[in-house]
């Protein structure tokens, strides 16, 4: 490993702390750029410069000091790529990925052209073109906002005509999606190198509440074809659509049919289990892919369920009991708020249904 070099990142919360966490067990050194004076992502990386992402000056001193510079949230403008190109920033994963994965009907138009399976979808703008969309795919659907959606915000369920007058019709573009009528949601983080070496993570089994993402299962308890058709799908999605650095694809699964549901391209949530169940953790392999170093083999080592911890859950944490195979992790996020990601937990061990069991008590 090369001491001397030091990675950037854009974006200064959790993902952004613990890649400044794997950056410091494999000797890199860290900077971070941030608004925020108190975001997490200070207690790992060496420098952390505060800044709007707009700041020019703030964004030269970044391409001054890193060697090669990342992001850890998908919505950085692509105004700031371009900059930091123009002024020698060295942005290996370069802006596709996130022109891909900012816009919903562009993520979905585009695998659909490499012959990943989505659900029927139809771009709408307004209250009559959502009539017309839903004419023509037939409820029940989903509506969502096509840009700066997360944890199920800007999204309505759609059983009629009826229920698109209670959307907020502000935004300008929407996606207007059949719903899927599926057993499991999946995710896999896939992670192509600047070298061009490809790596996979074990396919994880996902359990959301009130739209957020609860827990992590892994292995996903589908069939040894599926898991493998999952992560062969993951890693065509990135060759064929020339992206580099970590993906965080989520798919649906309806009885054998796979279909993709979004992407991000930055660590995800649903990976965070590879801190303490993989040889290699889903930072370790991204810091490793855009520094173009050879990509080690990934290794799952246990069963594992990965539990977040949200701010309305800081007396359970107060009063949690740990054991030799329950990791916990906590973000050092300042205000301890309800729905927000303070943290979770990576419960290992042989037996799956005893970790969930594990995981419900806490
Ligand atoms: P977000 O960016 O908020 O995570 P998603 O597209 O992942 O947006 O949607 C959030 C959740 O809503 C999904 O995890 C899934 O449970 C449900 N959902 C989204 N799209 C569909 C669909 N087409 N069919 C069925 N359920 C869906
Ligand atoms: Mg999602």
């Known amino acids: ?122 771009a709408v703008k307004n209250l009559e073109t959502a009539k017309e969309a839903l004419t023509k795919i037939g409820g029940p659907c989903i509506l969502k906002t096509c840009s700066g959606g997360y944890d199920g915000k800007g999204q309505w369920k759609i059983q009629n005509e009826e229920d698109l007058n209670s959307v907020d019709w502000k935004n300008v573009e929407y996606i207007l999606e059949k719903m899927v009528n599926f057993q499991k949601e999946v995710s896999c983080l896939v992670v192509r190198g600047i070298t061009g070496d490809v790596v996979t993570f074990p396919v994880g089994e996902n359990i959301h509440k009130n739209g957020i993402l609860n827990k992590t299962i892994v292995p996903a308890r589908i069939s040894e074809n599926l898991q493998k058709e999952i992560e062969e799908l993951s890693k065509r999605i990135v060759e064929k659509l020339e992206i580099y650095g970590p993906l965080g694809i989520e798919y649906f699964i309806e009885g054998d049919e796979v279909y993709f549901n979004e992407m991000a391209p930055r660590p995800h949530n649903s990976a965070h289990y590879t801190l303490d169940a993989c040889n290699y953790s889903q930072f370790d392999i991204h810091l490793l892919g855009v520094l173009g170093e050879k990509l080690p083999e990934v290794k799952l080592l246990t069963p594992v369920v990965m539990l977040n911890i949200m701010g309305e859950d800081r007396e359970k944490v107060d009063k949690i009991v740990l054991d030799e195979n329950t990791k916990l992790h906590i973000y050092g996020k300042t205000e301890w708020k309800q729905d927000r990601k303070m943290g979770h937990i990576n419960y290992c061990g042989e037996n799956i249904d005893k970790l969930i069991e594990k995981a419900n008590s806490f």
């Open 1 to 122: 490993m090369k001491k001397s070099r030091t990675v950037g990142i854009l974006g200064g919360g959790q993902l952004a702390k613990m890649l400044c966490d794997s950056g410091k067990k494999m000797g890199y050194e860290t900077v971070i750029l941030d608004p925020s004076s108190d975001s997490c992502g200070r207690f790992g990386a060496d420098e952390h410069i505060i800044a709007e992402y707009n700041d020019e000056i703030a964004l030269k001193k970044l391409c001054e000091e890193a060697d090669v510079i990342t992001y850890e949230f998908e919505n950085v403008p692509s105004e700031v790529i371009n900059f930091l190109k123009r002024n020698g920033g060295n942005v290996p994963q370069g802006e596709r990925p996130l022109y891909l994965s900012q816009h919903r009907v562009r993520e979905k138009s585009a695998v659909n052209e490499i012959g990943v399976r989505t659900a029927d979808f139809v």
